[in-house]
């Protein structure tokens, strides 16, 4: 089984930025669809990102569309997610993870974890001045 290690998190002020990498042992994440999710206190886990092993299609929830961007180095066993213009809001756990033949979603914030096999450890991101 894939095993993800997620580094990056931090504490940042509104406005700052942070990148988030999620590194792969022992397989490559060349098969792999990557999906980024977040789960602030009291709230559900939700999803955020999802990037295709299978074209490199991107996609995003609302709340991070034109702040948050995922990539991934297929080389380097690496995924990651550039957030920028953090808010408050943002502050939560970030977890990646990885899972094969995913279809795209729908809907970002909705896609359903059960499809990813793989999980990180999460990383904590606040956001606070």
């Known amino acids: 089984q894939l095993r993800l290690v997620e580094s990056g998190g931090g504490l940042v002020q509104p406005g700052g930025s942070l990148r988030l990498s999620c590194v792969a042992s022992?397989?490559?994440?060349?098969?792999?669809?990557i999906g980024w999710f977040r789960q602030a206190p009291g709230k559900e886990r939700e999803g955020i990102s999802y990037?295709?092993?299978?074209?490199?299609?991107?996609y995003y929830s609302d709340p991070v569309k034109g702040r948050f961007t995922i990539s991934r180095d297929n080389a380097k066993k690496t995924a990651y997610l550039q957030m920028n213009n953090l808010k408050p809001e943002d502050t939560a756990v970030y977890f990646c993870?990885?899972?094969?033949?995913?279809?795209?979603?729908?809907?970002?914030?909705?896609?359903?974890?059960?499809?990813?096999?793989?999980w990180g450890q999460g990383t904590q991101v606040t956001v606070s001045s």
């Open positions: 990037i295709s092993n299978r074209d490199g299609a991107t």
């Open positions: 993870a990885a899972g094969q033949q995913i279809p795209p979603p729908a809907v970002v914030a909705t896609i359903n974890p059960l499809d990813f096999s793989s």
């Open positions: 022992e397989f490559t994440l060349d098969s792999y669809d």
